[in-house]
């Protein structure tokens, strides 16, 4: 199914809880407002199966922090049973230690872990825990257990992290992990102006260096037409959606938040859509795929000119 411009949609975001182990002072929660509600692992199921009849192929959860959820191994169980082409989670990696093997057994293809430096009191001040061994250990048991691809999510930041991204490239070459190199992004729930202006990194002349370095340069065209560049033998993606009219002109997903409101934009909270209503009150399916169909047709490009 499209969208009223032409975008086909692909992927369901689901953010599990706002909850979370750590404190990132850049952290946007995946667009979410400030709620204590959650769904059920059922009423998450019967989410899955009208995503599935719509034709959405692709399911990742996030948060907040997902595998805070005492529940996702079972949550990861009833998506499997659905045979979407892709499972994944978005994660800090701290919980991976416990749950890594149970959810690859599970069904989960995959893991993309939030992990910006390699430096334990880099890793205090931007996440305001001490965690940093506890998230490595975490993403080298998602690499035992199976889980692959395993993405490395890093958010550049001037003068915290920028000078490491060799190191971190180095460390991910080691397993095979892909470096996602993601620009700082400025949502009305996060980081403010002044947070944004200090530490924000301007990526061309990143992407520059990069080209240069590349043996192999691809463009995932139903990926926010983001870039991946392929030097020596690894991969680094870049992630650079601050008025890049391009990246929405190639937004291929709907969002769930954690309460239950179908959301078509990650920086918009104006045009939510409550699905989790009609589910406690006994909707058909019928009546939940015109819900989601409706908020596919609420969906913009929010960068457009
Ligand atoms: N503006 C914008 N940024 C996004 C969107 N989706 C993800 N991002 C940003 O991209 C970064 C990586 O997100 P992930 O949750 O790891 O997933 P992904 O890289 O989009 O997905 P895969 O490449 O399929 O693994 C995060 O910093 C997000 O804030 C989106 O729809 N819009
Ligand atoms: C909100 S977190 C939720 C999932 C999980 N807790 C984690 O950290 O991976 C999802 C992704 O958004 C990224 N993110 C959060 N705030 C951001 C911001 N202001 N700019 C860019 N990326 C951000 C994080 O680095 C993480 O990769
Ligand atoms: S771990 Fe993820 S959800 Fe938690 S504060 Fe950091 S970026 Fe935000
Ligand atoms: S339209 Fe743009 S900002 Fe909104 S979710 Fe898609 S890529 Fe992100």
Known sequence: MKDNYDRPIISLRISLTNRCNLDCLYCHHDGMLPSNLEMTSDEIYRILKIAKKIGITKIRYSGGEPLIRKDIVDIIKKTGTLNFKDISITTNGILLNQYAQDLKDAGL???????????????????????????????????????????????????????????????CKEY????????????????????????????????????KLAHKIKTRNFMQDRKKYFIDNGEIEVVRPMDNTKFCENCTRLRITPEGKIKPCLLRNDNLIDIIGPIRNNATDEELEKIFIDAINNREPFYDQ
């Open 109 to 171: 293809n995959r893991v993309n872990v939030s992990f910006d430096t390699l430096n334990p009191k880099t890793y205090k001040k931007i996440t305001t825990k001490n965690f940093l061994k506890e998230a490595k250990s975490g993403i080298l048991e998602g690499y035992k257990a199976g889980l692959d691809p395993i993405k490395i999510n890093m958010v550049v930041m001037k003068n915290i992290n920028n000078n490491e991204i060799m190191d971190m490239f180095n460390f």
């Open 176 to 211: 095979n992990f892909v470096l996602q190199l993601i620009e700082l992004l400025k949502s009305e729930n996060c980081s403010d102006e002044s947070f944004n202006n200090e530490y924000h990194v301007d990526m061309e002349p990143i992407e520059k260096s990069l080209e």
